[in-house]
């Protein structure tokens, strides 16, 4: 039997041309990190939808913050700048293998499974995940922002 020091962390290398890199699977705190810069895509991890512009204007914000999270350096801003710039076969072959890694079953089955854990815990699907945020107005008051929909279904 082994522990968790000898599979910690779980990783795998893409070839990106001649190089090599080193991949590893996104832990609970790189995922946090990237819903804080990006609450918008929670949703979608548990089934909604983003309006196309929506995603179009996110995405390779979103693309560069997970590949610089799957190679080890979750919200480092030189990271995620230096992933931007990959070409986007690079970036696609990276995203692969991050999720691949980090959630071997799929994005739609680790939600579920993150929902249904929390809810046998007490918490609300509708609640979690909620933090306030200062509305884009000129009033300045806090609204509700949430970054986990309840599934569907």
């Not at 995203?95 to 890694?101: D, G, P, T, V």
């Not at 680790?110 to 046998?120: E, H, I, P, V, Y």
């Amino acid at each position: 039997m082994v522990g968790l020091l000898d599979i910690a962390p779980l990783t795998t290398t893409v070839k990106l041309g001649k190089e090599k890199i080193e991949v590893v699977g996104i832990s609970a705190k790189g995922v946090a990190c990237i819903l804080q810069d990006f609450p918008q895509f929670a949703g979608m991890l548990s089934g909604g939808s983003l309006k196309g512009e929506e995603l179009l204007a996110a995405a390779p914000d979103m693309v560069a913050a997970i590949i610089a999270a799957g190679t080890g350096t979750p919200g480092n801003d030189q990271a995620i700048e230096r992933a931007s710039m990959l070409p986007v076969e690079y970036q696609l072959d990276l995203l692969e293998a991050i999720i691949k890694i980090s959630m071997p079953s799929g994005p739609a089955p680790f939600m579920r499974r993150l929902t249904g854990l929390l809810n046998s815990m007490g918490a609300s699907s509708n609640s979690v995940g909620q933090r306030k945020t200062t509305a884009p107005t000129s009033t300045g008051k806090e609204t509700d922002s949430p970054l986990l929909q309840p599934l569907k279904g």
